[in-house]
């Protein structure tokens, strides 16, 4: 049980982290810009991208085709020429000022973050800064595993990649303060 509402509270601190990051402080956003002419770029996609969902990358190459040395020299060429884009495509629209589907993932993320992180804290009477210490670990771990990897090869921009990092470290430091403080208590109090 005491797992568990370590978990809630670092959820509760990390969501809370999350909105001053983004909106006070702007860690969401450094890299990213606005097109210069976004109705000339939004005018293209349906007839450059189709109708399907997903993730794009342009210039492209078929997976299957890469082991041709033709098609992989055409691309190369290609790419050394031409802009590059990872586009994350909706093709219907969405509504984007509307949260109310997107925070509650959000929370439901941080909290079942916490739970895992809560978790490997309580697995042994440790102390305070140990536990800290293991959140600043698994902060620079889900960095290192998820956005460096973006960033190397989905070219994410380096502003983008280091404020992430800023956002994790303090984030789960914040978090993991109040969760190895919770978790410590009830061995303190038990020690007495």
Not at 15 to 21: D, E
Not at 51 to 58: A, T
Not at 140 to 159: D, H, I, Q
């Amino acid at each position: 049980m005491r797992v568990l509402v370590a978990a809630l509270m670092g959820g509760i601190v990390m969501f809370l982290w999350g909105a001053v990051a983004h909106m006070a402080l702007g860690l969401g956003n450094p890299g990213i810009h606005q097109p210069a002419n976004e109705d000339v770029v939004l005018g293209t996609l349906h007839q450059g991208l189709g109708s399907e969902p997903g993730v794009y990358i342009l210039p492209s190459i078929d997976p299957a085709k890469m082991r041709d040395k033709a098609n992989m020299e055409a691309y190369s060429a290609k790419s050394k020429v031409s802009p590059y884009a990872w586009v994350v495509y909706l093709p219907q629209g969405e509504d984007l000022s509307n949260m109310t589907q997107q925070l509650p993932r959000q929370w439901a993320s941080d909290t079942l973050a916490s739970l895992a992180l809560a978790f490997v804290m309580g697995l042994a009477a440790l102390s305070f800064v140990k536990r800290l210490g293991i959140a600043l670990a698994a902060a620079l771990f889900a960095w290192l595993s998820t956005l460096v990897p973006y960033w190397n090869w989905y070219r994410f921009p380096t502003e983008l990649t280091v404020a992430a990092l800023i956002e994790q470290v303090i984030g789960w430091l914040l978090a993991g303060a109040v969760m190895a403080w919770w978790l410590g208590r009830r061995r303190s109090r038990n020690s007495l």
